[in-house]
């Protein structure tokens, strides 16, 4: 989908414009050679907050490396050290609180989650349950294939 944006005193004005609204809100512009109002623009995927990050805010910005066109700019807020405490705390207490035997877990600042000592297995089929005594996973049995259910 084609997208275009207003430009005012050489700014990005408003939001992206699509092209088939374009054509009904201004059929007197040619797309082909756009006044110094409108530009092209490009959308730019919404990008995933890391971890520690809050508040994600879009902007408008000239594209690098194009004329003239204008592309999304995401900005993410990122957390303060009280935020980022309080943050870790919380899933170190709702661990512990789920899973009060599995004293062997640790806590991996890098991602704010518990970590088991032995990586859970890679497998397509199975399914495991975390032994704490034994420091291993173990299988979960399958369970049965029920014909009916596929009917």
């Given at each position: ?50 971890v520690y ?61 518990m970590v ?17 005594e034994n ?17």
């Amino acid at each position: 989908m084609k997208l275009y944006i207003q430009i005012r005193d050489g700014q990005p004005y408003e939001h992206p414009i699509a092209e088939w609204n374009m054509r009904e809100a201004f059929p007197e512009i040619d797309l082909n050679n756009l006044p110094p109002t409108f530009a092209p623009f490009e959308r730019v995927n919404r990008p995933r907050l890391g971890v520690y990050e809050k508040e994600l805010n879009v902007t408008y910005s000239l594209k690098d490396g194009t004329a003239g066109t204008y592309t999304d700019v995401w900005t993410a807020t990122p957390m303060t050290a009280e935020e980022i405490a309080a943050k870790q705390q919380a899933v170190q207490d709702e661990f512990s609180a789920e899973y009060p035997t599995y004293v062997s877990w640790t806590f991996d600042e890098a991602t704010c989650s518990m970590v088991p000592p032995v990586a859970y297995p890679s497998s397509t089929t199975n399914r495991f349950t975390w032994n704490e005594e034994n420091q291993v996973w173990d299988a979960l049995p399958n369970p049965p294939f029920d014909s009916e259910e596929e009917s």
